[in-house]
């Protein structure tokens, strides 16, 4: 834009005053609009979080459930061996 239209524009800003008047209810329809914005961002950041827990949980699922199981002997290291007994750990001759 030109000098000479930029300056015709702004004069005819000055000239024309505004003619809008927000209403008496146009406050409380903005924050009521604001309101319903912050809603929606909730709300999808919650489908977003459940989204992703689901994922996590189902391919944890899926990637434990096809592994190798093995048994094991049940072997207990407190009381393996007799260097653990108690007559021995307090010096005391059985």
């Known amino acids: 834009m030109d000098e000479d239209r930029l300056g015709y524009a702004l004069r005819t800003l000055s000239d024309t005053p ?3 008047e927000a209403g008496a ?3 409380d329809a903005v924050w009521q ?3 319903e914005m ?3 961002r909730d709300r999808r950041g919650r489908a977003i979080l459940g989204a992703a827990i689901i994922l996590v949980s189902l391919t944890t699922g ?3 459930t096809f592994s190798p199981a093995m048994a ?3 072997t207990y290291a407190i009381s393996d061996g007799s260097e653990l007994a108690p007559s021995t ?3 005391v001759s059985p």
């Open 18 to 20: 505004l003619q809008f």
């Open 72 to 74: 094991e002997p049940v």
């Open 38 to 40: 912050s809603e929606a």
């Open 33 to 35: 609009r604001v309101g």
């Open 25 to 27: 209810g146009f406050r």
């Open 62 to 64: 899926l990637g434990s």
């Open 89 to 91: 750990l307090l010096h």
